[in-house]
């Protein structure tokens, strides 16, 4: 199983950037995505969880109104829309994914030991 991580870059306050986090090895349809990031010097965080078929979805309060998680089955891959950004968005973005044991709620979603595939990890930079 592999996940790989895309679309990372530096960018100016106020741009929108899309990430996405192409899977090879398992069938995307029975897992759960999330896309955690890591500053430095602090704990990676979940910044959004998406379920299965994408009916159900965690944002964290830090970016919800403008990260958008979204998944295409049929591809393999899940997207992270980050629009507005600012320079606290700076961070390492890590995919991730987990079949939840088949249930997908909040608690679980979002926290960083739910999850058994992680990808390589992608730099964000927005400057001020």
């Known amino acids: 199983v592999q996940l790989h991580a895309y679309g990372a870059g530096l960018v100016q306050a106020g741009d929108s950037l899309r990430l996405s986090c192409v899977t090879s090895?398992?069938?995307?349809?029975?897992?759960?995505v999330a896309w955690f990031r890591q500053a430095p010097g602090k704990e990676r965080e979940c910044v959004a969880s998406?379920?299965?078929?994408?009916?159900?979805?965690y944002y964290s309060v830090s970016v919800k109104g403008r990260f958008t998680i979204s998944r295409d089955n049929s591809k393999n891959t899940a997207y992270l829309q980050m629009s507005s950004l600012k320079p606290e968005d700076t961070a390492v973005y890590y995919c991730a994914a987990d079949d939840l044991n088949g249930r997908w709620i909040v608690t679980t979603a979002k926290k960083v030991d739910s999850y058994h595939y992680w990808g390589q990890g992608t730099l964000v930079t927005v400057s001020s």
């Open positions: 998406i379920s299965w078929s994408g009916s159900s979805t």
């Open positions: 090895g398992l069938s995307l349809s029975n897992y759960a």
